[in-house]
């Protein structure tokens, strides 16, 4: 394809946004983010809102039917793409920016250029001098330790979520994220394929997000999310706050405990603190202290009750015996979970 004609639009339908390529050839939509995720059923509103229309028209100006391609743009750090892959967006990160812009950056003269192109390498360099490029490295590790029932559940809790839902409410929730991902993942689930998505940083059980709170917040990693039915459980590096002093620790974690009561939760939590510290005691450790909530930490990792995130880094086999642990953890969850 020969590039003649090239216009960008801002905003144009709610798209942050619009190449149009030679009058309308091409319109390359371009969603991008830096540090925030995807709000709901945002990538499936974008694309609608522009495929359906019959004639797209710009700022009064009609455009010929062109081929409509969708990209999902992220500088910052992304815990999957999974769900712009589902809602079938090309997906450029950071990296992959960073090494197309390496082969101009001594050919173009531009400030313009030249101010983005430092942006994005200093960008990158605070971003890999970071715990984030730990966390990648151990959790396309886990991924693919994750057993393949696992990932099958992933997939029917989601199904059974839609078909529970009210009749009204059905059709909406047929073009959710959730289901379009069990769409997506219904044709990816062979063992090689995971592998793949993998190696690519494309992650099916882990993520990490910002966790508000009223003390300002923190970032926290998630790995696993077993179903066991009446609960979820994970491991979770997260922060806390000991005497006043910040720190992160790796702990155990059980979630979806919204429709217990606060003895429930207790009594859950006992029983798989108990469990997990009286079957691997050389392990397991009870939290500084237990809260109430729908979702609490039930033990801590004993080598890991404080983390040093930069020791950790620039220490291989200190990395290598994390990457063990972890493994070994995700097995006990998925045996003593029940």
């Given at each position: 394809?020969?590039?003649?004609?090239?216009?960008?639009?801002?905003?144009?339908?709610?798209?942050?946004?619009?190449?149009?390529?030679?009058?309308?050839?091409?319109?390359?939509?371009?969603?991008?983010?830096?540090?925030?995720?995807?709000?709901?059923?945002?990538?499936?509103?974008?694309?609608?809102?522009?495929?359906k229309k019959e004639k797209i028209i710009i700022?009064?100006?009609?455009?010929?039917?062109?081929?409509?391609?969708?990209?999902?743009?992220?500088?910052?750090?992304?815990?999957?793409?999974?769900?712009?892959?589902?809602?079938?967006?090309?997906?450029?990160?950071?990296?992959?920016?960073?090494?197309?812009?390496?082969?101009?950056?001594?050919?173009?003269?531009?400030?313009?250029?030249?101010?983005?192109?430092?942006?994005?390498?200093?960008?990158?360099?605070?971003?890999?001098?970071?715990?984030?490029?730990?966390?990648?490295?151990?959790?396309?590790?886990?991924?693919?330790?994750?057993?393949?029932?696992?990932?099958?559940?992933?997939?029917?809790?989601?199904?059974?979520?839609?078909?529970?839902?009210?009749?009204?409410?059905?059709?909406?929730?047929?073009?959710?994220?959730?289901?379009?991902?069990?769409?997506?993942?219904?044709?990816?689930?062979?063992?090689?394929?995971?592998?793949?998505?993998?190696?690519?940083?494309?992650?099916?059980?882990?993520?990490?997000?910002?966790?508000?709170?009223?003390?300002?917040?923190?970032?926290?990693?998630?790995?696993?999310?077993?179903?066991?039915?009446?609960?979820?459980?994970?491991?979770?590096?997260?922060?806390?706050?000991?005497?006043?002093?910040?720190?992160?620790?790796?702990?155990?974690?059980?979630?979806?405990?919204?429709?217990?009561?606060?003895?429930?939760?207790?009594?859950?939590?006992?029983?798989?603190?108990?469990?997990?510290?009286?079957?691997?005691?050389?392990?397991?450790?009870?939290?500084?202290?237990?809260?109430?909530?729908?979702?609490?930490?039930?033990?801590?990792?004993?080598?890991?009750?404080?983390?040093?995130?930069?020791?950790?880094?620039?220490?291989?086999?200190?990395?290598?015996?994390?990457?063990?642990?972890?493994?070994?953890?995700?097995?006990?969850?998925?045996?003593?979970?029940?």
């Open positions: 394809m020969k590039i003649e004609t090239v216009e960008i639009h801002r905003q144009y339908k709610h798209i942050d946004v619009v190449l149009v390529i030679n009058e309308g050839e091409y319109f390359i939509c371009v969603e991008d983010k830096v540090d925030s995720g995807i709000n709901s059923n945002q990538l499936y509103r974008y694309k609608n809102n522009i495929t700022d009064d100006k009609e455009y010929k039917d062109g081929e409509v391609i969708f990209c999902y743009f992220k500088t910052g750090d992304q815990n999957t793409f999974l769900g712009p892959l589902a809602h079938g967006y090309n997906t450029v990160n950071r990296e992959s920016l960073l090494e197309l812009l390496n082969h101009y950056s001594d050919e173009i003269e531009s400030d313009i250029f030249k101010n983005y192109y430092n942006y994005i390498v200093k960008l990158n360099e605070d971003k890999e001098s970071s715990w984030y490029s730990l966390y990648k490295e151990l959790t396309k590790e886990l991924t693919l330790a994750f057993p393949e029932k696992e990932l099958k559940k992933t997939i029917n809790s989601w199904e059974q979520w839609v078909d529970n839902l009210e009749d009204s409410k059905k059709q909406k929730a047929k073009i959710s994220d959730a289901n379009i991902k069990i769409k997506y993942l219904k044709n990816h689930m062979d063992k090689n394929r995971v592998v793949e998505l993998a190696e690519d940083y494309i992650f099916i059980k882990s993520h990490f997000t910002y966790v508000p709170n009223q003390r300002g917040g923190f970032r926290a990693f998630y790995w696993g999310n077993y179903n066991k039915g009446e609960y979820h459980i994970y491991l979770q590096i997260g922060y806390y706050k000991y005497k006043g002093v910040p720190k992160y620790r790796l702990a155990l974690r059980v979630g979806k405990l919204n429709d217990n009561n606060n003895d429930e939760k207790k009594e859950i939590r006992k029983r798989l603190y108990k469990k997990f510290t009286e079957e691997y005691p050389e392990y397991y450790v009870k939290p500084t202290r237990f809260s109430v909530g729908n979702s609490m930490a039930f033990a801590v990792l004993k080598d890991y009750q404080e983390i040093n995130f930069e020791e950790l880094q620039n220490n291989e086999s200190k990395i290598d015996k994390l990457v063990d642990d972890l493994k070994r953890t995700l097995n006990h969850l998925d045996e003593l979970g029940e």
